[in-house]
């Protein structure tokens, strides 16, 4: 088994690339899935689309095809050349997978370092990916490894403090453009998770939210999630609503554009847009007045971001490292041959020991010792036959980690590799 990683970032695509490979909802994704299961070389799989990634996380028997594989599916389904796919994707495999997959976790790949989101959403895919049968025990041990490193991150050096989500980027950007917030409405269209997010951070910097979605049950339980009063106002309205709130926000799941040219009108008030959906659910709109802030148009106070957050993450950067190389010591540590080749040493040593005892004792003859150990060992090898059988067995669910751990920890076996008792 190895590991292979696929990624498409803010790093190596622009925002148009990205609105064409993004999976906008779980049934595109689970559909994404399923067509890759298909591939006999590839065993396991999770898919991760977030406005500023998509990663391709699999376990396989054959990397060259595996990757090729991929990249032509994601080809197919984005209308975009494999040879320019295959030009941008950073591709990573075993070793250099799992670094990746950690660093992601860990928010260190992110546009925002520290961003407090990706773990959450990495989560949400594995346990979709997990629950539909397109993960197993191979992909879920690399998975609790990450979350385990992305919390030791977290907590060795405070990343996560601060402005640290595009969200929370975005609000601070937009504060700029007032000297006072306090009388300044912001529109928030979509009631998702980035919404609530979005609502928080404003609410936090003083301005009053209009909460707009087109699920309007929705919009208003999510409203009432706050403290504070948030107008929730009809889809029907939201042509009027756009050219009367200076500030807007749109973070929903729709495929296509929402906001288009001919629903914008002349205004004589500035307006600021952020457009913090992939795909993005703001057109290419022209008006004066008006300014519009994609994803990618973040990139300033990101860049500040980095640099305040540089030595925090050279010391996230030693933890990730750690915990690859700990991650593939542990993983020897469960292989099943060398639990069950120790068992039978340290029986047979046992056996050695308890027969030279006997002899020195005079309870035995010395004649004798090489019958009677052969007898021992044929009533070890008869005593253990089954259990061998029963771990091999065991071996293959996801169950198994926590057996064999414990079968170490019961025989007092070599266990100074198996790092999972040690989390």
């Excluded at 049934?27 to 898919?47: G, R, T």
């Excluded at 998509?54 to 028997?61: C, K």
């Excluded at 969200?167 to 007032?178: H, I, Q």
């Excluded at 307006?271 to 990618?296: C, G, H, M, Q, T």
Aim: glycine residues 2%.
């Amino acid at each position: 088994m190895s590991y292979l990683s696929i990624s498409f970032t803010h790093k190596n695509t622009d925002i148009e690339m990205r609105e064409k490979l993004a999976f906008p909802d779980e049934s595109a994704s689970e559909q994404f899935l399923k067509k890759l299961k298909n591939q006999e070389s590839i065993d396991e799989v999770i898919l991760l689309s977030t406005c500023n990634r998509v990663e391709i996380i699999a376990s396989v028997s054959d990397i060259a095809k595996s990757q090729e594989y991929v990249i032509n599916a994601l080809s197919n389904y984005s209308n975009i050349e494999f040879d320019e796919l295959f030009e941008r994707a950073d591709i990573y495999d075993n070793a250099g997978a799992i670094h990746h997959l950690f660093s992601v976790s860990s928010a260190l790949d992110s546009l925002v370092i520290g961003e407090t989101q990706i773990v959450g959403q990495l989560k949400d895919a594995y346990r979709m990916a997990l629950n539909k049968g397109y993960c197993d025990q191979g992909l879920t041990r690399a998975m609790n490894y990450a979350f385990q490193c992305s919390a030791a991150v977290r907590n060795a050096t405070q990343l996560g403090t601060g402005s640290v989500s595009v969200a929370s980027t975005a609000v601070a950007k937009a504060k700029t453009f007032f000297s006072e917030t306090k009388n300044i409405k912001a529109l928030v269209i979509g009631a998702g998770e980035m919404s609530e997010l979005t609502i928080r951070h404003l609410h936090k910097s003083g301005f009053s939210v209009v909460l707009v979605s087109r699920n309007l049950k929705k919009a208003t339980l999510l409203a009432q999630n706050f403290d504070q009063e948030i107008e929730v106002e009809s889809y029907d309205n939201i042509n009027a609503l756009l050219n009367d709130i200076p500030l807007l926000f749109t973070a929903t799941s729709a495929p296509y554009p929402i906001i288009t040219q001919d629903m914008v009108k002349e205004c004589s008030f500035n307006r600021y847009w952020f457009d913090i959906a992939v795909p993005r659910d703001i057109d290419s709109i022209k008006s004066s007045n008006l300014e519009v802030f994609a994803v990618d148009d973040l990139q300033e106070i990101v860049n500040e971001n980095m640099k305040i957050r540089a030595e925090k993450a050279k010391e996230a950067y030693t933890i990730v490292n750690k915990y690859s190389k700990e991650f593939f010591t542990w993983l020897k540590s469960l292989e099943i041959d060398p639990v069950v080749k120790q068992m039978y040493v340290k029986a047979n040593t046992v056996i050695e020991k308890k027969i030279s005892n006997a002899i020195a004792k005079g309870y035995i003859d010395a004649k004798d010792e090489k019958n009677i150990t052969k007898l021992c060992e044929t009533i070890l090898n008869e005593f253990l036959h089954e259990p061998t059988k029963q771990l091999k067995t065991i071996s293959k669910s996801l169950e198994s980690d926590a057996v064999l751990s414990s079968i170490q920890n019961i025989f007092a076996l070599d266990s100074k590799n198996n790092k999972n008792n040690k989390k």
